[in-house]
């Protein structure tokens, strides 16, 4: 005869099967709050805005985008399409919604490539100029307040050589 703590193998089976369905439920739960936490955002406030050499006020080219990066976390991105007349409206996850509060570094980049495949960057610095492709060389900051226009004129250099 033989003595085992468990008396049959279906209340072992059981067991096994009440431990996976707790640890299902634990992870089940835990996604679900990831999930959802990824999805909240910050509420976002309009901003539009032109961009404009600073040595005579014509806009910059066009064919490019501004993008406003927030500083501090979730360093939320917003951008826009620079217009002819040098406007954009910024937009986030929806059209024209603006971006987060707070202050924001900003750059200028290729609205696309070219069709090739190639990237424009090296168009983009003879009428931009290389310093405003990246935030942390640019030296543009801007802050963005819930109440208030923020309508803003980027100024920016225009390059040596580059035609007015």
Known sequence: MRICPLSSADEIRTDRIARCAVVLSILLGLSTGLISGCSWKEPTYPVKGKVVYQDDGSPAAVGVRVVFESTKPPYARASGAIQPDGSFVLSTDRPDNGAMQGEHRVAISPLTADGTGNDL????????????????????????????????????ERPPGARR
Not at 130 to 135: N, S, T
Request: no cysteine; glycine share 6%.
């Open 121 to 156: 960057t090296a168009q983009l610095t003879k009428t931009i100029g290389a310093k405003y492709l990246e935030f942390r060389t640019s030296n543009l900051v801007f802050n963005i307040e819930p109440k208030g226009s923020n309508d803003f004129v980027v100024k920016i």
